[in-house]
């Protein structure tokens, strides 16, 4: 653990594991990942994990408060229904009680399945009203919720989802170290896809107050350490030539494109997906590194000042927003770049 000259700290990966407590879920959750991974390579599947919605961060260990991050996993359940279609197996790893695939369609806040079912009396032998009414669905939602109800059954049937979740940043980061290990197992057929809306900041165990802290005092100042990143590890250690694509979110256009080049240069991943907060349902970037140019005088070596980056970007155009989700694009994207880069390793 290392201390800037503010004073506050900031741990390394090792130096978190090390001081903060594992979920007690962790060992049952990795089993079950294990299973998965072994059946969905004895079925020539490749398989993605998709991490989808906010961290929160715990101010005490009998948590009466926390802080949370913005997402409601929009993102990352959609995509899981596309990669799905494309014939991934889906890890699928999200903030329990955010959105799912699936089940998204029908939110209760958004569009309350209790809307569209209907009750009918139908009328039996001899009697007028039937005592038992049937539940129908209104007509106009049919045609919707069969197509949706048919993917999830498939689904289902075929056991190509595995659902993970997670509260806090301290789950989270356990929980993908633990799940990144074993797809590892898959080399360059896994795809690592990280939507989720990870805290900055953390208060470790040791700092926080064991019982709920008491309003009295009057103001509340909370020092927090900063969370290590975790991309650098994941990128060098816990994955096997994985494909890894992250996100970055920002809120200042102008910070978009150097934010998703710095993370390429930090962690030496595959992609960057860039999104504007309120431009992200319809608009985003990917951004990748063109491989180094080597120099001919010096064939072995690569000339790192010659890196560059390629930047493309997805639209929607004004009339789809209403009738099509970018995450299609996305995926289709993303799977296209996958197959290439699995043949270019072998
Ligand atoms: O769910 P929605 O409402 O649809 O919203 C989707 C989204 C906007 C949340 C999603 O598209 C998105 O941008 N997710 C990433 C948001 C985020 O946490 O960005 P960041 O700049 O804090 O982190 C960038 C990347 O670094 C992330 O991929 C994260 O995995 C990684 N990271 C973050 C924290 C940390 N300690 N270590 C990391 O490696």
Redesign the pocket.
Known sequence: MQTDPQGSASFSAESYFATQPAPASLDNDRQRVRAFVRRQSEQGNKVVLV????TTVPLERNMVRFLD????????ATSAEYFLKAGYAVIFMHRQFSLQPFSRHYSHSTNPFLDFLEIEHKPAPNESLSTTPEITVTPEKREDLLSVLTAYKKVHRDGTMLTLSFVTVNDYLWLLRGVSEELSEMGRDAMYY?????S?FFLPRQKMSEHKIQSGKGSLHIEMDQ?????KP?VDEWTREGFIV????ETDPQLLLP?CRQ?LERYGHQVVIG?D?NR?KFEVVFVSRIAPKKDPAHPAATNIDDDTFTESWLRLSEKDTHTREIEEDIVNELVRRHRTWMNNGR
């Open positions: 991490t989808s919605g906010g991050n913005f997402s409601a996993g929009t993102r990352g990280l939507a989720a809306a990870v900055d969370v290590p990143k975790i991309l994941m992250s996100f970055k979110l934010k993370a999104n907060l992200r």
